[in-house]
Structure formats: structure tokens, C-alpha cells
């Protein structure tokens, strides 16, 4: 294996920007700590508030309502709210977590660019297909996992989201949906950010999706680069959601030229962390692993990655690599994907290989990476 490297002289420009950034959003945010999302409030709490506010306590059924099933943006859509509940709500409350700042269409996948109150910027990606409506949520403002085939690693970590930050992603995406006579189905924290790194406010946003908005929990799939602490929590947490690791590699040593992140994760412990999931929930797991042409696609890699993985079941998700701007990287022809595939189905290795969409608009796997920063 040849020795590689894979991210451009730019990355001490990006360095000195990101920890602007950081200053700039970090200061921003202390400014709104002080106020409660009004999503955190369950409808007992919203009685409670609006009762210690000299209101009446139904409003908060109404309230409840507007917040979770009508999935309303802001206070001035709720009309059946007066208005002197609403600004005694937007006084103690910050009532809209996300602002849309551009939107951007390709074939079936629709990226969404919001702002925070604090002016940060995160992503969220709308796939569509037959029946089915998934978003791609973020969990964090950038991501620290630095991998070096992904963009939002260029970004570097920034902040942590709210749980209701999280959450109305995908609250806002259905209401653009219910637009349209549809509504989202699935739930994938697969966007910018490590999910388990941001464990509290990632468990709290899926209870919120799930109690609340009522999605199906086994519609919900969280992805890890490997957190084990997190993945041994997430076990114990009854959530009945599904598991995606992110592995791209069939060993330790190109794992952790890859994943940097992965030189302080053995992967013995966490595929061993991985099994105790599956044990415990019952739920299968799915194996990431983004093709990248001479570096993780021969049939030698698909062999070891066969031998790692053909008796811990769950299923092998290829992504064939997007390209990333500075990052030296192609991904594998058909053929040699199809070679790969073939060994892995030899070996009795479940797989699929996922479609690309949303290539056009920097909205694949791997690609987000706020543009409007740049």
C-alpha cells in the first residue's frame, strides 16, 4: 500500500479561519444559553409555564400541537395562540432553532442549509425515494473526527447542537414535505458532526422524534466513526433504534490512516462494543465502508474485510467515494466495485452498495461542508 496523502497545503488557512469561527459562534452562544428552546418543554411543562404566566393551561395543547404535528417555523403561525401568549412565549423562549438560508435540488435529494441563533451554519440532506422520505440530520457545527475523505473534517469542530436544534431539521424538512402531501419516513444521523460525541443532545433529539413526533424508532439510524464509550451507553439506553459503524477499512492500520480518530480505538474492542450492541438490543448493525480507488478497494481488502466481518452479521453498506475539493481521492470504477462485491457475496457477507444522489449539489456522503463559509 502506497503511502497517502490527502489533504492540501490549504488546511493551515482553514486551521487559522475555524478557530475564528469557534471564537466568533462560541461568544455568539453564551448570548442565548440564558433562554430554554420552547422544544425541550413536554406539554406538562408548557401547562406549567403558561399557568405561572397567568395563562390558560389548554393553550399548551395547542401549543404542544403547532410545535410537533403542524411543525410550525415561528410564533406568527400559530394563530389560534394570542398574541399576548406569544410574546410572553418569544420573551422566555427561543421558538425558532433554524432559519433557512438556501436550498439546493438534485434528482431526488434536496440539501438544506440553515442558520442558528448564534449565525452558525449546519446541513441537512432529504433523500427521496419511492415511498420513502429520509433526513440527514447534523449533530454538531462542523465535525473533529477529521476524516480524510469527508469535507465537514476540513471544518473542523466548532459547537455542539441542542437536542431541539437536531430535532427541528427534521421538523421544518416535514413541514416542506406536508407541502407537498408527503412527510418524513426515516431518520439518519449521518450529517456533519460525530453523533456519539455529542451523546446527551443526539439521545434527547431521538426521544423528542420519537415521543413527540412520532417517528418509528426503528426508522432511526445513528452512525459512528467508533465512539465506544458511546456505543456502550447507547446499548442501555432501550431506544429499539438501529447502529451504523463507520469502518472503510478491513484493519487497524489503514483504519487509523483514514480515521484518525481510530489511532486511539482498537478495532478488536470496537467490533467487540459493536456485538455487545447487537446483543443487548436486538438491533443488526450496518458496516459502513466508502470505496476509494488503490487505497481500500482490491479484492485483497475485500477478502480481510470478509474474513473481519462474515460471522458478526449486519450488512456492508459500500459507498462508492465522492470527491471532496483538496482532497486527492478517486473513487473505483464499476467493474472494480462490482469485483469487490463479488468477493464479499463469495464469502457469504451480506452487502449493498448505496446510490449516490445529490453528487451535483455537494449533498453525497462525505460532502457536506458549509460552503458559505468559504
Known sequence: MPTVFFIDTAEKTASVVHSFLCFIIVKKWNLFVERNFIHVLDEQSLKSWLVE?????????????????????????MTNIGKGV?????????CSPLSLVKKEESEETIKFLWKLHDGALVESVLICAPGRSTVCVSSQVGCGMRCSFCASGK????RNLEASEIASQVLY????????DGGVTHVVYMGMGEPLQNYENVVESIRMLTDRFGIS??????????????IERLSGEGLGINLALSLHAPN????????PYARSVDLGE????IEQFREKTGREVTYEYILIQGVNDSTEDAGELASLLHKRGGCVNLIPYNPVEGVRMKRPCKEEIERFRAVLRREGVANTCRYTKGKKI????????LHSFE
Open 53 to 77: 404566566h397567568g395563562e390558560a393551561p389548554f393553550r399548551a395543547k395547542q401549543i404542544f400541537n403547532w410545535l410537533w404535528e403542524r411543525c410550525a417555523r415561528n410564533l406568527d403561525e
Open 86 to 94: 406569544r410574546k410572553k412565549m418569544s420573551s422566555s423562549f427561543i
Open 155 to 158: 471544518v473542523g469542530f466548532i
Open 173 to 180: 424538512i416535514n413541514r416542506y414535505l406536508t407541502e407537498k
Open 217 to 230: 424508532r426503528r426508522r432511526v439510524t445513528v452512525s459512528t466513526v467508533g465512539v465506544i464509550e458511546g
Open 252 to 259: 487497524q492500520k489503514l483504519r487509523q490512516k483514514l480515521i
Open 270 to 273: 470496537l467490533l467487540f462494543a
Open 362 to 369: 455537494s449533498a453525497a456522503c462525505g460532502q457536506l461542508a
